[in-house]
């Protein structure tokens, strides 16, 4: 059964800070890019961020640029979304997302956590 396990949502003041875990299972996800999607209360899902198998590339929506960083460590099967600076803007349910070809139409997703930044 394939996984996309996400932790570390939470409710954090404007200009704080939060770390997004996200565990794989089930797949060989070392190959797989993979990145963060979010979703805010009546918004469409949008992209944030994403890393090569490799971790050599990562990729960010402008929104975000210069204040979120992703990282994984394959031997652990896991990702993190290192948010800065949040602005009440970032409110959103955050997923997990991997895809062996594509990451801006990925295949799986987790089942999201919660991030609430309040003003």
């Known amino acids: 059964q394939v996984q996309l396990v996400e932790s570390g949502g939470g409710l954090v003041q404007a200009g704080g800070s939060l770390k997004l875990s996200c565990v794989a299972s089930?797949?060989?996800?070392?190959?797989?890019?993979m990145g963060w999607f979010r979703q805010a209360p009546g918004k469409e899902r949008e992209f944030v961020a994403a890393?090569?198998?490799?971790?050599?590339?990562?990729y960010y929506a402008d929104s975000v640029k210069g204040r979120f960083t992703v990282s994984r460590d394959n031997a652990k099967n896991t990702i993190w979304l290192t948010m800065n600076s949040l602005k009440p803007e970032d409110t959103a349910i955050y997923y997990c997302?991997?895809?062996?070809?594509?990451?801006?139409?990925?295949?799986?997703w987790g089942q999201g956590t919660q991030v609430t930044v309040s003003s």
């Open positions: 089930g797949r060989n996800f070392v190959s797989f890019p």
């Open positions: 890393i090569s198998w490799s971790g050599g590339s990562t």
């Open positions: 997302i991997a895809d062996p070809v594509d990451f801006h139409t990925p295949y799986y």
